[in-house]
Structure formats: structure tokens, C-alpha cells
């Protein structure tokens, strides 16, 4: 490749073959006109296992020019497409990777200032680089490593997949081959080598031959076979693309390699101009047919590289920049350059007749596309009747064709414009005929019918639409309004009628209604009632005009958007349910629609009698067959390219973590998307965040917030350019380190902090409680022991002192005694009580012997009877109701035994056993059995002594004691009596 800097850099390389390149084999064609023509044998017709595509000129290929503005790198010598789709251009300033939007600058560390002559993607993922001084680099999975080619630096000119396997490399003093990691000559001129050979050229034919040209020789190794075999270079040049030989000779030297595309099209850049070949039958024989390739205003370009991709398509790089060639999904006609603004209808035979609002006579095409400039040279309108015949107007009269007789018949009489004299048949603006053969013509603003005697007059004003069906016609006005003609009468339709599509620019008979469209959308009469039609998306077919209904019931609609199909079945459902939204295809200029269509045109979508559906735009007629929709590519596999700006070209879905902290995620992300970038739609999930597929329309970058640590999921699909959608996605997989504060022994830990400080608090206020409580119930008993220590003694000795001398009364004063000290111990037992409500929690015996010892003290007078008080066991901590109600039992058994028991001695135990605890108290007096002691409730007070015992779950027993007194046994279980943790009751 590269002959142009080549060219300039010959004598630093020493290479003096280039002076030749091919100047002496190849003369003088490209001077010549389009087309010459040489016999040549039928045998020599190309082979039958390899079927081209029909052939398309350079004029009917759609041309994207890629400039600086869209990232283009100048001085583009080496084009490659790599196993992913991507398009990589290498030259004077790097390499460049284009996804289809965007040129990107790749591994510019790594290659360095070398000027790069050639690139290769190979089947393993690979590319492989070379450049001017012979210097080759393999990148695989973005690592960068020397290749070591063994041979003197010299300029790389050509990187492929040879015919064995290997990678050959091609260069100006031969070519080698990478074999066992190591590269081997390949001998091309001669079994013993190439030694002083210089190459011109490499390059692919269209059987899959590699070539390499040297001087007036061609060399071609084909597919399977084992060496180079020799021919003459033009012969060379004519075979790489199937030409006819002795045909095709070059006079000046290619600027780039040659190239042979899908069609079978040789493509030679030349400092001449870019020039394209291809072979065509005619007349029996095979003819070669040359293309100038014009850029911009018909200006020729140095080309200094060329490929084809795998879809088709080719790319030319020049100082324009970088230039796509490809076809599309309509098929442009080639029209003669003075086509303006064309009118076409259906002719037989699956041709079509097309007129312009030139000078230009109509055309009809078929093989050929022939002018008949026995019609006029002014033809506006066209009708197509259903006998087929084909109804054209021209400048004074009408023409009906049919079966190749051709009948005039008079316009209806206008006056000739006196300032423009234009002619009356200037002034149609549209034709439509009838099922009886009738012709209905807007001309001059009015509505005129022919029956085929005469014309008339039916209508006064201009139609935006017309059509007949059976004994009607219907006319399309502003401002939603519908006229219907039928029997002399005028019925009129609008927005009262639910009519609302604005202007009535399109008027159609189909098999569900009259298809009725306008600036405001599209809508279906069937009936009396007008049902509205919409697509996906919220399409409302704004700026709808002409229409075609086909065979099958797909409608065919052309908008300001593009030319839409809605197909039948979708229809149908719009149909049943008012509310279906119809999935519709759009056609658009990146499907080769070219210009605008149906601004100035009259019906611009036709349906040919073949099937094919034909476009009128500006300054273009395009075809596309219904049946035979061309595919589009793939979806394309989305690479996800970065997050927050780590590089993940080369990652494989897998990215590092993110910081900690981190609230902002951006993601990147592209597909190859080299046919129309436009139409590929982005979808994206975040698992988690998303409630299903997020639409990101074209863009490629899409950006989160307010993210927290952990682990996430993101899913991203491409669309396809028709909208349609692949089954898997690509995924990454990251994860947003935790900052300190965000880990799960942090919100631990603070739980563990929080749960502490509260029951700091919570122990700080209880003890204030307490210490208050405390206060209060040391002051209550400090009252009650007071009262218990002073009075409650004091009155229980008087109480006793009373009993004693009751006794020695008789009669009524003993009575009154003994009533005396019934009420006396009645008010000592409230008082006890009340004292017992006064007094704090008490937990502990440990007053116990000294409140007996006072007691004893107090009541000792009368009989002088003495008390004792043995504690055996390690005193133990009670529970305060227990304490409380042992306290007042053992005073009360003991007050009783100075009361009761005549005798000299109180002896009173308190026993802290392993299982209860056991307080007695025995006397040596008189006694009583237990049977006495339990004698009815008031007597002594045995039974309340009792039901005390019983409320803290101990039991207190009356006996005799050893010495013949009397012995009371109080027992409380241990789990009843002692208490237990650090609780206050």
C-alpha cells in the first residue's frame, strides 16, 4: 500500500521498482469513456459456485464522508476491520479504532511517532501492525509485542491471512510468512527465492487468489493451491476481478492497493483519479464498464487507502478524509443528472415510467432506462387505470397508453398564461381513475372528469388528494375536511365526524377502509367512523401523505420521518382495539431514501405490477421488494469501555473497586456499529437499581447517583439497526468499596456503643431514682423503727400490764379489762401495720435479737421472764416482704409467750439453712397444744399469724416444746426466703 509516500520516500529505501508500478503493462483506458466492449468466449463467464449480488454503480451506493470534525486522523494509509466489527485506520499519526461514531486514538505510548502502513485483523482477535521502516507489532487483548521478522527492516506493505494459515507479510523486497513463531520466506518469482525482486503491489481477488505484482509480472497463488503461478500484470489486474482480459489498462501508477468488492467491482486508486471496473453482459459478449469515482463537486482525489469490509461495504481514505461506500435497503435507479422533483406510476412488466418537472422527456425504466420524447417534454401528472392502461398529461393533451398503442386526447380548454405561457398541461396537479374507466384530473385548480366522450366540470377547487372508488370520488382539503362526490352530490367530512389528521394529504382504497392521512397523522374510515392509527413510541404519523396498501394488507406510508410499513396483522389488532399501538419499520435516508419526498411530487410512493414498492424523492426513484427486504447487520455485541475512568477496553467485563466513599458511578460503553450508528439503540440495566431495561436511545455513556457500598450488576444490550433485540447482554460485574463508617463491624460496633451509652443513662437515672427512693424510705424508717422502737413497745407493755391486772379483778372490772385490751390489741395490730407500710425494704434479720431483747425488756415486769436469741448459719440476703413478715411473726410469738405462757424463759432461734429458712421461738410455760393453736381467728392471733406465714409461702407450726412449754416453728423455703441477682424485690 502507500504508493504515494512511496512514492516520495523511494530514495530513502532505495527501492527503484516504484518508478515502474505498473506504468509499462497497463495504457491508457482511464482516459477513456465509461464503457468499452470485448469479445470474449461464454466460457469464460464467471464461475457458477460464487453468485455476486446484482450490480450497483458507485451512484446507486450511499456515501458517508467522515471529515476532521468527526475525528478523522490526516494521512490515513492502512485500513483493517478486526474480529469485533471495529474499523481501525492507521497512518502519520497512529492508529485510530472507529466503532462507527467516534475515532479513538489507540495504544499511542506503545507504537510511538512510527508512520504505519499497513494493519490486519486476524480470525484470533489479533491486529497486526507494520510500518514504513518495517517494524511489526502484534496487539492482542490490548497488550502490544515486537514481532521479530528475521529479515532487514523493510517497508511492510501488506498483512493478510495467507492461503496456508499463516500470516503473510508482505513487503517491498518480498514476502515472508509467520510459520512455528517464525518468519519464512515465501518464494513468489522462482523456487529459488526472490533475491532482488522489488514488489509493487498485494493484494485479494474475488476467488480468494492472493497476488503480488513486481514490475510487468503478476503472481497468483489460488485457493488449495501449493505456488505462485506467473502472469502479464494486466492479465492480473483483469482476473482479480473476474474482467474481461486484455481489456483493463491503467496508464498511471495506484496510489493504493486495488480492491475488489462484493460486486465484483475492481477498485484502482490512481494519482489519476479513483477509478472502478466491473464486467457486464451485453450483446452476447462481456464488456468492460469503467466508473469515475467523483468527490464533492466532481473533483478527483489522491486515494491512500481502500478496504472492504466484511459486510460489503468500502471504505476510501483521501485527503476528503474518510469515505464509506455502501448499498442499502432501497435500491436507487440510476437517473440522468436533469431529474428534478420525479412523478412516477407503474408501468407492465415490473417497469416504471418517471417524469420531472424538467425540460426532460418521461423515461421509462426497465433493463434499461430509455427517454420518449415522442410523450412531450413537460409530463406532470401519471395515472395507473385498472385496465392497466397508464394515463400521462402533457403540454396540450393527455396521453392513454396501453399494449404499446398510444391514444391523445384534448385537456380540457384553459387560457395559456399569458405572462409565463405555461401550457394547460403545466397545470395538473393529479390524476386518478375509476373502476370504469373514467379519468379524474385536478387541473388548473378545478376537479375535471372524463368518461370517455368529453369532460366536465365537478368540482371547483383544488384537491390535496384524490381518489375514486366505485361510483364515488373522494377529494382531500385543508383543515381535516373530506369531500365525497357521488351521483352529482356533495357530502363533506370533518372534525363534527371525527375527522383529524389536518390536512388531508393522502387518500387510499384499502381491503379495511379508506385510509385517510395529513399533517396530523394517519386515520382509517370504515364506515361512518374514523379510528386514528399509531405506532410505537407515541408515533403518530405526523406529516403523512402518500400511501400504498399491497397484496399481503401491509400499508405502506411515507411521512416527514421516512416511509413507514405497518404490517398486516398489526393493523388488524389496531383494528379490534382502538388502543394497539402498531409496531411499524421505518425506511429512512440511512436505507437509501435520498432528499425529500412528497413536497412537490404527485403520489410518490407507487406499487410496481412486480410488487416492488418505488420512491419518488428530490432528485431520486428507489425501489425495495416487500418480499425480499434486504437484512440488516446483527445487533452489534456491546464492549463496556469504562467505569468512572478506568479503561476496561481490554478488561473483559472486569473492573477494579471502587473507592471507598464512591456515590457517582459513569459507565462507557460502544458496539461496532459501522451501517447506520443512528438506528442502534442502547438498552441498560443496573441489577438492584433498575426496575428492568432503562432506554438510552443512542447515547453511550450513562451515569448513577447516590450509589452505597457493595456489589453490582450492570446489563447493556444493543438493538439492531431494525430495532430488534439480541438474547444476551453484555455484563459487568463491580463493587463500591465501604468507608469505614459503611462496614458491617462499624454499624455493629455503633449498635454495641448505642446499646452501652443507653444503659449508662439508664443506670446513671436509675440510681438517681434510687438514691431518692432511698432518701424517702430511710426517713419512713427511720419513723417506723421510732414508732416500732418507742411506742408500739411502750403500748405493747401497757397492753400486757393491763392483761396482768385484769386478771386479778372479778365481775364487771375484769370485763372491762379484757374489753380494754381487745381494742388495745386491736389498735396495736393497725399500728404494726401501718408502721410495717412506713418501714423501707428490708432484705436482712439483723434487728431481729435486739428488737426481741427490748420487747423483752418492756413486758418482763410482771413475770420476769427471760429471752434468748441463737442465729445459726451464714445470714443471707431476704427478699424484703420475707424479712418484713419474719420480723413481725417472731415479736408477735414472742409478745404471746409473756402473755400466755406463765413461764420464766423465751428462747428464740433463726436458722439460715441450704433449704429454708427456720425461725422458732418455745417457752417453758404452761403450753399448748396445736389443736389450741388453732382456735378461731381473734384468739390470740394464731390464724393471722398463720395467713402471714402462708402469703410468703412458709408455713408456721404449734407444738410442744421439750420442756413442756409451748414451741411455734416458722419455715420459708429457701427459693421463697432468699433472694436472688441484683433485683430490688
Given at each position: 500500500m502507500l504508493f504515494t509516500l512511496l512514492g516520495?520516500?523511494?530514495?530513502?529505501?532505495?527501492?527503484?521498482?516504484?518508478?515502474?508500478?505498473?506504468?509499462?503493462?497497463?495504457?491508457?483506458?482511464?482516459?477513456?469513456?465509461?464503457?468499452?466492449?470485448?469479445?470474449?468466449?461464454?466460457?469464460?463467464?464467471?464461475?457458477?459456485?460464487?453468485?455476486?449480488?446484482?450490480?450497483?454503480?458507485?451512484?446507486?451506493?450511499?456515501?458517508?464522508?467522515?471529515?476532521?470534525?468527526?475525528?478523522?486522523?490526516?494521512?490515513?494509509?492502512?485500513?483493517?476491520?478486526?474480529?469485533?466489527?471495529?474499523?481501525?485506520?492507521?497512518?502519520?499519526?497512529?492508529?485510530?479504532?472507529?466503532?462507527?461514531?467516534?475515532?479513538?486514538?489507540?495504544?499511542?505510548?506503545?507504537?510511538?511517532?512510527?508512520?504505519?502502513?499497513?494493519?490486519f485483523g486476524d480470525s484470533d482477535g489479533a491486529l497486526w501492525v507494520g510500518t514504513l521502516r518495517g517494524r511489526l507489532v502484534r496487539i492482542s487483548h490490548g497488550a502490544v509485542a515486537e514481532v521479530k521478522t528475521g529479515h532487514a527492516l523493510v517497508t511492510s506493505m501488506s498483512l493478510t491471512k495467507g492461503p496456508r494459515g499463516g500470516v503473510w507479510l508482505g513487503t517491498t523486497g518480498g514476502l515472508v510468512e509467520l510459520k512455528d513463531n517464525q518468519f519464512k520466506p515465501v518464494n513468489v518469482t522462482s523456487a529459488k527465492g526472490d533475491q532482488g525482486v522489488y514488489f509493487n503491489l498485494y493484494g485479494t481477488g474475488w476467488d480468494g487468489s492472493y497476488w503480488a505484482f513486481s514490475g510487468d509480472d503478476a503472481y497468483r497463488?489460488?485457493?488449495?493451491?501449493?505456488?505462485?503461478?506467473?502472469?502479464?500484470?494486466?492479465?492480473?489486474?483483469?482476473?482479480?476481478?473476474?474482467?474481461?482480459?486484455?481489456?483493463?489498462?491503467?496508464?498511471?501508477?495506484?496510489?493504493?492497493?486495488?480492491?475488489?468488492?462484493?460486486?465484483?467491482?475492481?477498485?484502482?486508486?490512481?494519482?489519476?483519479?479513483?477509478?472502478?471496473?466491473?464486467?457486464?453482459?451485453?450483446?452476447?459478449?462481456?464488456?468492460?464498464?469503467?466508473?469515475?469515482?467523483?468527490?464533492?463537486?466532481?473533483?478527483?482525489?489522491?486515494?491512500?487507502?481502500?478496504?472492504?469490509?466484511?459486510?460489503?461495504?468500502?471504505?476510501?481514505?483521501?485527503?476528503?478524509?474518510?469515505?464509506?461506500?455502501?448499498?442499502?435497503?432501497?435500491?436507487?435507479?440510476?437517473?440522468?443528472?436533469?431529474?428534478?422533483?420525479?412523478?412516477?406510476?407503474?408501468?407492465?412488466?415490473?417497469?416504471?415510467?418517471?417524469?420531472?418537472?424538467?425540460?426532460?422527456?418521461?423515461l421509462h425504466a426497465g433493463a434499461t432506462i430509455e427517454p420518449h420524447p415522442e410523450l412531450g417534454t413537460n409530463v406532470r401528472c401519471f395515472a395507473r387505470a385498472h385496465d392497466g392502461a397508464v394515463w400521462m398529461s402533457a403540454d396540450n393533451e393527455l396521453h392513454r397508453l396501453r399494449g404499446g398503442v398510444t391514444e391523445s386526447i384534448p385537456l380540457p380548454p384553459l387560457l395559456r398564461?399569458?405572462?409565463?405561457?405555461?401550457?394547460?398541461?403545466?397545470?395538473?396537479?393529479?390524476?386518478?381513475?375509476?373502476?370504469?374507466?373514467?379519468?379524474?384530473?385536478?387541473?388548473?385548480?378545478?376537479?375535471?372528469?372524463?368518461d370517455g366522450h368529453g369532460w366536465a366540470n365537478v368540482y371547483p377547487k383544488t384537491a390535496l388528494s384524490l381518489v375514486v372508488e366505485a361510483d364515488r370520488a373522494w377529494i382531500g382539503r385543508p383543515g381535516s375536511v373530506l369531500v365525497m362526490l357521488a351521483g352529482g352530490k356533495e357530502k363533506r367530512y370533518g372534525n363534527a365526524d371525527g375527522l383529524d389528521v389536518g390536512a388531508v394529504d393522502g387518500l387510499y382504497v384499502g381491503k379495511r377502509g379508506l385510509w385517510v392521512s395529513g399533517s396530523d397523522g394517519l386515520m382509517l374510515k370504515r364506515g361512518e367512523r374514523f379510528q386514528r392509527i399509531t405506532g410505537t413510541h407515541g408515533e403518530r404519523y405526523a406529516g403523512a401523505g402518500d400511501m400504498v396498501e399491497v397484496a399481503n394488507g401491509d400499508l405502506w406510508l411515507l411521512t416527514t420521518r421516512g416511509l413507514f410499513r405497518l404490517p398486516s396483522a398489526e393493523i388488524d389488532a389496531a383494528v379490534a382495539s382502538p388502543t394497539h399501538v402498531v409496531n411499524d419499520t421505518v425506511f429512512d435516508q440511512d436505507d437509501g431514501l435520498r432528499g425529500t419526498s412528497g413536497t412537490i411530487q404527485l403520489d410518490p410512493v407507487e406499487e410496481g405490477t412486480d410488487g416492488r414498492i418505488w420512491l419518488a424523492s428530490e432528485r431520486s426513484v428507489a425501489w425495495i421488494d416487500p418480499a425480499h427486504i434486504p437484512p440488516v447487520p446483527p445487533a452489534p455485541v456491546v464492549a463496556i469501555e469504562s467505569l468512572n475512568g478506568q479503561d476496561l477496553r481490554y478488561a473483559g467485563g472486569a473492573a477494579k473497586a471502587l473507592d471507598e466513599?464512591?456515590?457517582?458511578?459513569?459507565?462507557?460503553?460502544?458496539?461496532?456499529?459501522?451501517?447506520?450508528?443512528?438506528?442502534?439503540?442502547?438498552?441498560?440495566?443496573?441489577?438492584?437499581?433498575?426496575?428492568?431495561?432503562?432506554?438510552?436511545?443512542?447515547?453511550?455513556?450513562?451515569?448513577?447517583?447516590?450509589?452505597?457500598?457493595?456489589?453490582?450488576?450492570?446489563?447493556?444490550?444493543?438493538?439492531?439497526?431494525?430495532?430488534?433485540?439480541?438474547?444476551?447482554?453484555?455484563?459487568?460485574?463491580?463493587?463500591?468499596?465501604?468507608?469505614?463508617?459503611?462496614?458491617?463491624?462499624?454499624?455493629?460496633?455503633?449498635?454495641?456503643?448505642?446499646?452501652?451509652?443507653?444503659?449508662?443513662?439508664?443506670?446513671?437515672?436509675?440510681?438517681?431514682?434510687?438514691?431518692?427512693?432511698?432518701?424517702?424510705?430511710?426517713?419512713?424508717?427511720?419513723?417506723?423503727?421510732?414508732?416500732?422502737?418507742?411506742?408500739?413497745?411502750?403500748?405493747?407493755?401497757?397492753?400486757?400490764?393491763?392483761?396482768?391486772?385484769?386478771?386479778?379483778?372479778?365481775?364487771?372490772?375484769?370485763?372491762?379489762?379484757?374489753?380494754?385490751?381487745?381494742?388495745?390489741?386491736?389498735?396495736?395490730?393497725?399500728?404494726?401495720?401501718?408502721?410495717?407500710?412506713?418501714?423501707?425494704?428490708?432484705?436482712?434479720?439483723?434487728?431481729l435479737p435486739a428488737d426481741v431483747q427490748k420487747l423483752a425488756a418492756l413486758l418482763s415486769g410482771p413475770h420476769g421472764m427471760t429471752v434468748t436469741v441463737d442465729v445459726t448459719g451464714a445470714p443471707r440476703s431476704l427478699r424484703p416482704a420475707v424479712a418484713d413478715e419474719v420480723h413481725a411473726i417472731v415479736q408477735e410469738l414472742v409478745a404471746n409467750a409473756f402473755r400466755h405462757s406463765h413461764g420464766t424463759q423465751v428462747r428464740v432461734a433463726l436458722r439460715y439453712e441450704r433449704q429454708a429458712l427456720v425461725a422458732t421461738v418455745a417457752d417453758d410455760g404452761v403450753g399448748m397444744g396445736d389443736t389450741e393453736a388453732a382456735a378461731p381467728e381473734g384468739r390470740w392471733g394464731m390464724a393471722g399469724m398463720r395467713e402471714r406465714a402462708r402469703q410468703i409461702g412458709g408455713a408456721l407450726v404449734f407444738g410442744r416444746a421439750d420442756e413442756g412449754g409451748t414451741q411455734a416453728t416458722l419455715r420459708v423455703p429457701a427459693r421463697r426466703a432468699y433472694r436472688r441477682g441484683f433485683g430490688l424485690g
Open positions: 516520495q520516500t523511494r530514495r530513502a529505501l532505495c527501492v527503484s521498482a516504484y518508478r515502474h508500478l505498473l506504468g509499462v503493462a497497463l495504457a491508457a483506458l482511464a482516459a477513456v469513456g465509461s464503457c468499452v466492449s470485448v469479445a470474449e468466449d461464454h466460457s469464460a463467464a464467471r464461475p457458477a459456485q460464487v453468485q455476486a449480488p446484482a450490480f450497483l454503480g458507485v451512484d446507486q451506493l450511499q456515501r458517508t464522508l467522515f471529515t476532521m470534525r468527526d475525528g478523522v486522523p490526516q494521512g490515513i494509509y492502512a485500513i483493517t476491520q478486526d474480529r469485533d466489527g471495529y474499523l481501525w485506520v492507521g497512518g502519520a499519526n497512529g492508529l485510530y479504532r472507529f466503532d462507527g461514531v467516534r475515532f479513538e486514538r489507540m495504544f499511542e505510548k506503545e507504537l510511538g511517532a512510527d508512520l504505519i502502513t499497513t494493519v497463488w489460488r485457493p488449495g493451491g501449493g505456488a505462485f503461478e506467473r502472469v502479464d500484470a494486466d492479465a492480473g489486474i483483469a482476473a482479480m476481478a473476474d474482467l474481461p482480459e486484455h481489456a483493463l489498462h491503467v496508464a498511471t501508477a495506484p496510489t493504493a492497493d486495488m480492491i475488489v468488492d462484493k460486486y465484483r467491482g475492481l477498485w484502482i486508486p490512481t494519482s489519476d483519479g479513483l477509478l472502478r471496473y466491473h464486467a457486464e453482459w451485453r450483446d452476447g459478449t462481456r464488456q468492460l464498464v469503467t466508473e469515475r469515482v467523483r468527490f464533492g463537486d466532481g473533483e478527483d482525489v489522491d486515494v491512500t487507502a481502500d478496504y472492504v469490509d466484511r459486510d460489503g461495504n468500502v471504505w476510501i481514505a483521501s485527503s476528503r478524509g474518510l469515505e464509506q461506500f455502501r448499498a442499502t435497503r432501497f435500491t436507487p435507479l440510476p437517473l440522468p443528472p436533469a431529474v428534478y422533483h420525479p412523478t412516477i406510476v407503474a408501468g407492465d412488466g415490473g417497469t416504471l415510467w418517471i417524469a420531472s418537472r424538467s425540460t426532460m422527456p418521461p398564461s399569458a405572462r409565463t405561457g405555461d401550457t394547460p398541461g403545466r397545470a395538473c396537479h393529479g390524476m386518478a381513475t375509476g373502476p370504469s374507466g373514467d379519468l379524474w384530473m385536478d387541473l388548473g385548480n378545478i376537479i375535471w372528469r372524463w466513599g464512591t456515590r457517582s458511578v459513569e459507565i462507557g460503553f460502544t458496539a461496532p456499529t459501522l451501517v447506520a450508528p443512528a438506528k442502534t439503540r442502547f438498552r441498560f440495566e443496573l441489577a438492584g437499581i433498575d426496575e428492568g431495561w432503562q432506554d438510552a436511545g443512542a447515547q453511550r455513556r450513562v451515569h448513577y447517583s447516590n450509589l452505597g457500598p457493595g456489589r453490582y450488576q450492570f446489563r447493556i444490550q444493543a438493538s439492531a439497526a431494525d430495532g430488534t433485540w439480541p438474547v444476551a447482554a453484555t455484563t459487568m460485574t463491580f463493587a463500591i468499596l465501604p468507608a469505614f463508617y459503611q462496614t458491617w463491624w462499624f454499624r455493629v460496633l455503633c449498635v454495641v456503643a448505642l446499646l452501652v451509652v443507653l444503659w449508662v443513662v439508664y443506670r446513671r437515672h436509675m440510681a438517681r431514682v434510687f438514691a431518692a427512693h432511698q432518701t424517702r424510705l430511710e426517713e419512713r424508717e427511720r419513723i417506723a423503727r421510732d414508732l416500732h422502737d418507742s411506742l408500739l413497745q411502750h403500748f405493747q407493755a401497757l397492753l400486757f400490764h393491763a392483761h396482768a391486772a385484769g386478771q386479778r379483778t372479778e365481775g364487771v372490772t375484769r370485763e372491762r379489762f379484757a374489753k380494754v385490751v381487745d381494742i388495745a390489741e386491736d389498735a396495736l395490730a393497725q399500728g404494726r401495720e401501718k408502721i410495717m407500710g412506713l418501714r423501707s425494704v428490708n432484705d436482712s434479720l439483723e434487728s
